[in-house]
């Protein structure tokens, strides 16, 4: 069974760091490429960026670049989504899924709340 | 970035009812359109491409129809189950872009 498994909810205050982690099991986390989506309260998804588990190639919307950094560690199978100074407007729900341009398979969510 | 419009934005049906929504494309995806089942709490649940492909395990009362600029997802006959918020998405330029989301309401 294909499952994205994410790292739990987070409360941080703005300019803080954090990353969030999604873990694939059930498959083989090299052949297909991980995205990351946002969505807001009330909002429809919106694509982040993307990353090839193979060679830990990334792309970006270009609305994110440089905002947030996408990663992967291929020996555990677990995608990573990370901000280096969090902003009020960066809460939201955040949702690894599998694919590039299709989503077949999405994790759980991490609800990310950033607040001071 | 390609624009994905639905409507209507949300609807209200009783079990047994057809129900049609639409997407709107801005410029022509082909037949590069998916369809996600969004249920309050949860992450969307991929569907299927715009047509006439079927995911396994998607029941048959869902279909879906179109091409280019404009598609349709239609249940024929809602069950309970089906209440959600269902969105497109283009897959076919880059960056991947999604529509607002149609919430189907119980009525």
């Known amino acids: 069974e294909v499952q994205l498994v994410q790292s739990g909810a987070e409360v941080k205050e703005p300019g803080k760091s954090l990353r969030i982690s999604c873990k694939g099991s059930?498959?083989?986390?090299?052949?297909?490429?991980i995205s990351w989506v946002r969505q807001m309260p009330g909002k429809g998804p919106e694509w982040m960026g993307r990353i090839d588990p193979s060679d830990s190639y990334s792309n970006y919307r270009p609305s994110f670049q440089g905002h947030v950094t996408i990663s992967v560690d291929k020996s555990i199978s677990t995608a990573y989504l990370q901000w280096s100074s969090l902003k009020a407007s960066d809460t939201a729900m955040y949702y690894c899924?599998?694919?590039?341009?299709?989503?077949?398979?999405w994790g759980q969510g991490t609800l990310v709340i950033v607040s001071s | 970035d390609i624009q994905m419009t639905q409507s209507p934005s949300s609807v209200s049906a009783s079990v047994g009812d057809r129900v049609t929504i639409t997407c709107r494309a801005s410029q022509g995806v082909s037949n590069w359109l998916v369809w996600y089942q969004q249920k309050p709490g949860k992450a969307p649940k991929f569907l299927f491409f715009?047509?006439?492909h079927l995911q396994s395990g998607v029941p048959s009362r869902f279909s879906g129809s179109g091409s280019g600029t404009d598609f349709t997802l239609t249940i024929s006959s809602l069950q309970p189950e089906d209440y959600a918020t269902y969105y497109c998405q283009q897959a076919n330029n880059f960056p991947p872009t999604f529509g607002g989301g149609t919430r189907v309401e119980i009525k």
């Open positions: 715009a047509a006439p």
């Open positions: 059930g498959y083989n986390f090299t052949n297909y490429w």
């Open positions: 899924a599998r694919g590039d341009y299709e989503f077949d398979f």
